[in-house]
């Protein structure tokens, strides 16, 4: 008996186990999919069939079955058993059959934005209401956006859409949640609804006027997604609005010159509007307003301004529209620009006080000026680095030392700074410029041909060679008496007389056309001896007074102490015979006041240095205004000898008189001779010297020579222009920068294109954004003003809003990064309105070499710049992706013969089964169906 | 609360009454027993004894036995109506999953790539929802797509997951969080899952900061490793005058943790033209500039591998292309009795095809890209784009500038900077001896004049661009300038759409707008992958988001039939994408990001499953009961 048992249960396992390896077959490797005709089954979950195992175990529970029930029935009934276990199991093995549907689900995409009137909203509501009533098995889905999408829901009994409404906006939020479209993000959360098993249309409700994303990108996507995008365009016509499209200024403002601010104006209606012009937060003084009447269309408007101080300034033109106008929001533009400062003038004068002439006049045409005496002329370059342009009118050339002048020359050369030397008693030649450095930079000789109708000159040095002047006082002093000699013109006449105890003569009273001879002698001037001025000084005069010349002059040097009594007796005696006396007092001993009185006396000059180096210049200088050889005194017109650029505007032909001017001679080209006396010797001329410009004004700049020209209206243009023609450029390279805004990210491109025809590479660049600067436009609520209705949308802050406490215009730096061989690039994102500068500076090891400026505007949401609607884009949309412009509901729901996947469960029917094998099972335990002759049977046989 | 989604409460509630029904009637069919003879008297008082006990035994087993019969019934007509729990205001979440799809995200640091570690990630968070909660997967790159519906049906996540696949482009999180908010606005218990490295850019964009509100963030990392050696910029441009030679730029960057030495070699056309041996600190970012490149190269790329052969661990920034801007031939026709100046300035550029004849020849036989005036007007209006040099109007003529007077000395003060004429030009001082006074027809653009007049006219005359020097150019001196032939040359280059921008290579994840011939309206693209596609042409542009870097072929057709193509690139060029140290934590505005949490309860919605089991378990149970006469 128990042997049987288990020979049972091992039976019953081995059965069990048997189903269950079968199952595991099929888990393992069984195929995934049955294919009949055009559908495909699957078991989700097949682990479940498992259970099945379960049935071999119902056999042996029924071998020890106490029910009383006929063999056949007890067979049939394990057989429905099973069955019906296995329709259980089956069912949680969930099976699926792959189908295809042609079920539509159609997204209806409306555009609630602000550019949509009510009106159309109405239209688009009806649309979408068309398409839910025929709708049928397919599904309709709606999705109103603006700047953002948001879903409606709609409940699948209600019979009629509720009204499209517009977004309502968060409270303090920047800008109002209609102002902007996005079509390409209400694609995309389009996606995201369609059920699976339906095919995909989307249906765009919309003006086509995007202002962020792009709808044509999203279409290529929408098309892989296999989602056809129709479309409706908005039918009404365009509401009455005016905006302001744009609002620029030229790209170069220079201060105190004037400028049109350029306006362009748009309007879909003629209207009548005053267009206000604020130059900052004050009206534009040149040209505040103007009363308009809009055609159709756009419109320019030039007004005039002029910007008095530099640095930032911001415009902002606001217009008060006399008609219907839909947005406010678009009625302001502001936009920005930096005005470079003035350029700073150093204006050397030996007497200031007269420096006040010119001083004005550039004041008037918007450069700083500094005026100084000439012991402030800065001695390094540095320190001149600072002036765009140095004027050096009228200074002798013994008041700047050599440093002076080398930094000078380095100022004009090496940094490109503008020189110009105007005349006067003491320029050019007459100041003793002759030979010195500054010579050298300007375009002029110094050396004038002498003119006939010039005075002949009869000059005698009477040098000091005492035993104090030996070793290079004695040296300085030969060559300056030399160098007299070289400069004297052959009809001028020339004596040397050498002193200590006794005078000796040199050089014989002889005409300067023996240069040769003169400088031998002069060559054996030999120091000794002590110091008596009073018979030398005599035998000068003696000399001098048999002497034929028209001009008689004596320069006394000496370097030591004399008490001797008569000197200003015998000066006086000279000086009545129209013989002056000029003295120069070497060393610091000298008797100062005596020499100075001399000098008074005699008509001439005294000097006095401490430093024999300067002696030479000191005679030179004095040779040239005793001589007066180069000034020509007399009235004069000038004459354009070339044109020039900073000449334009100015007719130096009705320029008055000239009273005269120093006379050089112009060196050869490159330089270049703008203006001319009658003579045809140079008034003015220029040439470049390195990178810097050098002039020459021979006449000068004051109440002397150019009295008349101060009071010409245009000596204040002509001196005005030909500095900025001439002064130095900008310090450094400026470099091209473009700056835009799309999709609320600024984007900056630098070109770096170095003169050379090559890229500039390798720079470190930031870029400094400044703004909103000026209009007070920044975070305020901006919400239009719809004229066409929708009271929802227009609560308060009707009057373009409420300004928020925080207005200062804020400054973000940003680093440039190099994209491509000389251009960099930067882009940020940009979350205000308003007007913004852009600065960016380009450095090299550290130093910066180059910079940018630019200006961009971003004045309000571009949802109300864009006004006319743009079918095209919508167009190109549907045609990418197959659909169609204003569909019926008829053509929206027609598959078109195309087809989708979906999985359709197969578990219902199996429970169906299951139910109806059960009651089987039941029937087949309740009724006995076989066996039923038994008792017949019985009693046939009882 | 528990709604159905199969039967309604009706019908299911018919099914159980119906075969309810049936199961008790045949329950109230009397049993009829077998009928056996038994010769014992006896046995039967003991049997006859019994039965008052029995009786109510048996009618109990019965009444258990029909009771079980119905409660199978029950089960399995409740399965048929499919309960879920519904509404659960408390537990059901809605949950948009964003999957970074970024190029970074193609580092292989984690096996097989961390894209399939994200997609593993959102596996796990799939089977560890609660019962309510719905779910969309989307994802992420510079834009954010969705690649399933809001839903709570696993199966089709699972599907949609699967679809998610790389791209080589940076990600943008301000991008996917709006996405995101969009699709949560009012969703009961919004959440945001990031499945990332977390390198995703600033959660700012244009509107500002994003604000997420009450909407939670969760973040789930990907990633562990860091050496990564890539390309963050590679670019070539034609020098601005000598368009014959070009030079090169590519930037590397070492974003790993330790140095690296690598070989950088450069290939034009496929070939290689330099190849270099670089050493790179960690962090090191270097430039290389290759000048002077000259030769036909078309396509340009280049790649770096590590010394020794070995690999980093994001191979996507290991390459990248460019393209020089094609220089198309133009066959320019100059009108002239002979002007040197012109003919000088022309012979500059060798990719001119120049014909020179006499007014009085005009129009000749063929067609020509841009034709030349000077001095001299059609009487018709060209087919084709022109430059006006002095278009003084002689008899029949129609110039396209309408003269209205003469103007002496005039200046170039006002200069479009902006404008492509003015390229590399300076003008300012410029000394014409005298032009003509001309008045512009709307849409015309002074390009450089000064307030009596332009100087430099741009525009558009039937459909066709020109450009009019208003006036005689041997009356001035710009002819002994440099910017003489650059405007020139900056005007054909205008016409013929060259250098308008001259894009080396597109950034993938950006919207491209490739120039295309006049006339298409449609384009196919093939990409570097060979998928290929159609993309809408508007304004003259092919409008295209490409995801992949490399080499793009777009063909066009016109209307006329005729086919073109044309070749561009496509770069990455993301610094962002380069660092693949993977973030710990996600930080937008002051929140940071917290950990996935699962479901309240581990089992999915469908609770017929449940139902079912029971109904099986309680047939096996009953079948073994039924025998042993447990039950009857």
């Given amino acids: 008996m128990k042997r049987r048992i288990a020979l049972e249960a091992l039976f019953f396992g081995a059965l069990s186990a048997g189903v269950a390896a079968l199952v595991a077959w099929y888990v393992a490797v069984g195929p995934r999919e049955l294919l009949r005709g055009e559908d495909r089954y699957t078991l989700v979950a097949p682990t479940i069939l498992f259970a099945l195992a379960v049935v071999p175990l119902l056999g042996w529970a029924l071998r ?127 996606y995201g609804l369609f059920p699976p098993g339906h095919l995909r249309r989307a249906v765009l409700v919309s003006d086509g006027a995007q202002t962020e994303g792009d709808l044509l990108a999203e279409a290529s996507r929408a098309k892989r997604f296999g989602v056809r995008v129709s479309y409706h365009a908005y039918k009404r016509g365009v509401p009455a609005e005016v905006a302001v499209r744009s609002v620029t200024l030229p790209d170069r403002i220079e201060v105190g010159s004037t400028f049109m601010v350029r306006t362009r104006l748009f309007a879909t209606t003629p209207t009548k509007v005053r267009v206000r012009l604020r130059q900052d937060d004050a009206a534009n003084a040149l040209d505040p307003s103007r009363e308009l009447e809009l055609p159709r269309g756009e419109t320019e408007v030039e007004m005039r301004s002029i910007v008095r101080v530099p640095g930032p300034v911001t415009y902002t033109v606001d217009l008060d529209v006399q008609g219907p106008d839909r947005f406010r929001a678009n009625n302001r533009f502001a936009t920005s620009a930096i005005v470079p400062g003035r350029p700073a003038v150093l204006l050397v004068e030996s007497d200031p006080s007269r420096a006040t002439y010119l001083a004005r006049a550039l004041v008037a045409g918007e450069y700083e000026v500094d005026v100084r005496g000439p012991r402030e002329l800065p001695t390094n370059v540095r320190e001149l680095e600072r002036f765009d342009f140095v004027v050096l009118s009228d200074v002798p050339a013994d008041a700047v030392s050599l440093g002076q002048m080398d930094a000078l020359e380095r100022y004009v050369r090496d940094l490109g700074g503008g020189f110009l030397m105007a005349g006067g008693e003491q320029g050019f030649g007459l100041g003793g410029w002759g030979g010195t450095r500054i010579e050298q930079l300007l375009p002029v000789r110094m050396d004038a041909e002498r003119r006939r109708d010039q005075p002949s000159l009869a000059l005698a040095l009477v040098i000091d060679k005492s035993g104090s002047m030996t070793g290079i006082k004695m040296e300085l002093a030969k060559d300056a008496a030399k160098a007299t000699a070289e400069i004297l013109s052959a009809e001028d006449y020339l004596e040397v007389v050498g002193f200590d105890s006794q005078p000796v003569r040199v050089v014989r009273m002889q005409s300067a056309a023996n240069r040769l001879r003169i400088l031998t002698d002069i060559g054996r001037l030999a120091p000794s001896g002590g110091t008596a001025i009073f018979p030398a000084l005599d035998m000068a005069y003696q000399d001098l007074a048999v002497t034929r010349a028209r001009i008689k002059h004596v320069i006394l040097l000496t370097d030591g102490q004399t008490q001797e009594s008569g000197l200003e007796t015998l000066v006086q005696a000279m000086r009545a015979e129209s013989i002056t006396v000029s003295v120069v007092g070497l060393g610091s001993d000298v008797n100062r006041s005596l020499l100075q009185s001399m000098a008074n006396l005699g008509g001439g000059r005294a000097y006095f240095t401490v430093d024999p180096h300067n002696v030479p210049r000191i005679f030179t200088r004095e040779t040239s205004t005793v001589s007066r050889s180069s000034a020509v005194e007399e ?205 960016a500076v380009h450095t090299r090891d550290g130093r910066p070499i180059a910079e940018s400026r630019a200006q961009v505007a971003n004045p309000y949401p571009r949802e109300y710049a864009t006004i006319e609607p743009d079918e095209t884009l919508l167009r190109r949309a549907a045609e990418l992706t197959g659909g169609d412009r204003e569909p019926t509901p008829a053509r929206l729901f027609d598959p078109r013969g195309e087809k989708v996947r979906h999985n359709e469960p197969l578990w219902p029917p199996l429970l169906y089964a299951a139910l109806g094998l059960f009651v089987l099972d039941l029937l087949l335990r309740r009724v006995r169906l076989f066996d039923r002759g038994f008792r017949p049977r019985r009693r046939a046989g009882s | 609360m528990i709604e159905l989604a199969g039967l309604s409460l009706t019908q299911v509630l018919t099914v159980l009454g119906a075969v309810g029904a049936v199961v008790v009637g045949l329950y109230l069919l009397k049993l009829r027993r077998r009928q056996v003879a038994v010769p014992f008297v006896r046995l039967w008082d003991q049997v006859l004894a019994d039965e008052r006990t029995t ?52 580092a292989t640091d984690v096996r097989p790539s961390r894209l399939a570690k994200a997609k593993d ?416 042409v508007l304004e003259g542009r092919a409008i295209f988001a490409g995801l992949r870097a490399g080499f793009y072929t777009l063909r066009t057709r016109t209307a006329s039939g005729a086919t073109a193509e044309q070749v561009f690139a496509a770069n990455l060029a993301d610094d962002a994408e380069l660092d693949i140290t993977p973030e710990s934590r996600l930080v937008v505005g002051a929140t940071t990001a917290g950990r996935v949490v699962p479901g309240r309860a581990g089992l999915r919605a469908e609770l017929w499953i449940a139902l079912v089991l029971a109904a099986l378990a309680l047939i096996c149970i009953e079948w073994v009961t039924y025998h042993r006469r447990v039950t009857v």
């Fill in chain 1, 635 to 839: 009235y004069f017109q000038p004459i354009v000898a070339s044109p020039a650029d900073f000449l334009r505007g100015i007719d130096v032909g009705s320029a008055p008189f000239l009273h005269g001017y120093v006379a050089t001679q112009a060196k050869p080209s490159p330089a270049q001779v703008i203006l001319r006396s009658e003579l045809g010797e140079p008034l003015l001329a220029r040439w470049r010297v390195g990178l810097g410009w050098s002039l020459a004004w021979t006449s000068d700049i004051k109440n002397r020579w150019a009295v008349e020209w101060l009071r010409w209206p245009g000596y204040q243009r002509f001196w005005s222009q030909l500095v900025r023609e001439h002064m130095r450029q900008r310090r450094r390279q400026t470099l091209d920068m473009r700056a835009s805004i799309e999709d609320g990210q600024v984007h900056v491109e630098v070109d770096a294109i170095g003169q050379d025809d090559r890229f500039m590479d390798g720079l470190e660049s930031r870029v400094t954004l400044t703004g909103p600067l000026g209009a007070r436009a920044d975070r305020r609520t901006q919400r239009p003003t719809n004229d066409g209705g929708s009271a929802a949308q227009n609560g308060a802050a009707q009057d373009g809003g409420v300004a928020a406490p925080d207005e200062s215009a804020r400054e973000e730096t940003h680093p440039l990064r190099q994209t491509a061989p000389g251009r960099y690039e930067a882009r940020f994102p940009l979350d205000r309105y308003g007007a913004f500068v852009l600065e």
């Fill in chain 2, 121 to 536: 990630e959102v596996r796990t968070l799939i089977d560890g929802l609660g019962p309510n909660d719905r779910v969309l997967i989307a994802r992420m790159e510079a834009h954010t797509t969705p690649v399933s519906p809001m839903t709570d049906d696993t199966a089709v996540l699972r599907e949609a997951l699967d679809s998610v696949e790389p791209t080589e482009v940076a990600a943008s999180l301000a991008a996917g969080l709006r996405f995101a908010l969009d699709v949560l606005r009012d969703q009961p218990h919004p959440e945001v899952v990031v499945v990332s490295d977390g390198h995703l850019g600033p959660a700012r964009d244009g509107e500002g900061e994003v604000a997420l509100g009450a909407v939670a963030l969760r973040y789930v990392k990907v990633g562990r490793g860091r050496r990564n050696v890539g390309i963050t910029a590679f670019s070539v441009r034609r020098y601005p005058l000598d368009k014959s030679r070009s030079e090169v730029l590519v930037e590397l960057r070492n974003a790993g943790d330790r140095d690296e030495s690598i070989e950088l070699s450069l290939l034009g056309d496929g070939q290689a033209i330099d190849v270099q041996q670089l050493q790179l600190q960690k962090g090191e970012r270097i430039a290389r500039f290759f000048q002077d490149i000259s030769g036909a190269d078309r396509t340009l790329e280049a790649r770096i591998t590590l010394a020794g052969g070995a690999h980093d661990d994001l191979p996507a920034d290991d390459r990248a292309y460019a393209r020089l801007p094609e220089r198309r031939r133009a066959r320019v026709l100059c009108v002239s009795r002979g002007n040197l100046y012109l003919q000088a300035a022309l012979l500059l550029d060798e990719y001119l095809d120049v014909t020179e004849i006499a007014p009085e020849a005009y129009p000749p036989a063929g067609r020509h890209d841009v034709i030349i005036f000077d001095d001299f007007v059609p009487s018709t209006l060209p087919d084709a784009s022109a430059i006006y040099l002095h278009p003084q109007p002689a008899a029949g003529g129609v110039g396209p500038l309408e003269i209205t007077g003469a103007i002496t000395r005039p200046l170039f003060e006002q200069i479009d900077r902006r404008h492509p004429l003015t390229r590399w030009t300076a003008l300012r001082d410029v000394n014409v001896a005298d032009s003509l006074a001309v008045r512009l027809a709307p849409g015309d653009k002074a390009v450089a004049g000064d307030a009596r007049g332009p100087l430099i006219v741009a525009g558009t005359r039937g459909g066709r661009k020109f450009v009019a020097l208003t006036f005689d150019v041997r009356h001035s001196d710009l002819p002994l300038r440099v910017a003489w032939p650059l405007v020139l040359l900056n005007a054909i280059d205008w016409f013929v759409e060259e250098d308008a921008s001259y894009l080396s290579s597109y950034r993938t994840g950006e919207t491209w707008r490739v120039p295309v011939p006049a006339g298409a309206r449609e384009a196919t693209i093939v990409a570097p992958d060979g998928d290929t596609r159609t993309v809408p």
């Fill in chain 1, 64 to 190: 020890h079955s106490l029910a009383d029930l006929p063999p056949l029935q007890r067979v049939l009934s394990l057989a429905l058993r099973s069955l019906l276990i296995t329709a259980l199991a089956l069912a949680l093995a969930r099976p699926a059959r792959t189908s295809e549907s042609s079920l539509v689900s159609t997204v209806f995409l409306v555009d609630v934005s602000e550019s949509v009137t009510d009106e159309s909203l109405g239209d688009a509501r009806a649309i979408v209401q068309a398409a839910w009533q025929a709708r049928g098995e397919n599904d309709v889905r709606l999705v109103a956006f603006a700047r953002h999408p948001r879903v409606v829901p709609i409940d699948d009994d209600i019979e009629a859409i509720p009204a499209i409404s517009r977004h309502a906006s968060a409270a303090g939020a920047v800008e109002s949640a209609g102002a902007g479209t996005d079509l390409e993000a209400a694609l995309q959360l389009a």
């Fill in chain 2, 55 to 106: 009786r109510l035994f048996s009618q109990l087993k019965r009444l258990l036995s029909l009771l079980l019969a119905l409660l199978l019934v029950a089960l399995l007509a409740g399965a048929l109506g499919d309960p879920r729990w519904k509404g659960a205001s408390a537990e059901g979440r809605s949950i948009v999953v964003l999957v970074d799809a970024s190029a970074s995200m193609q």
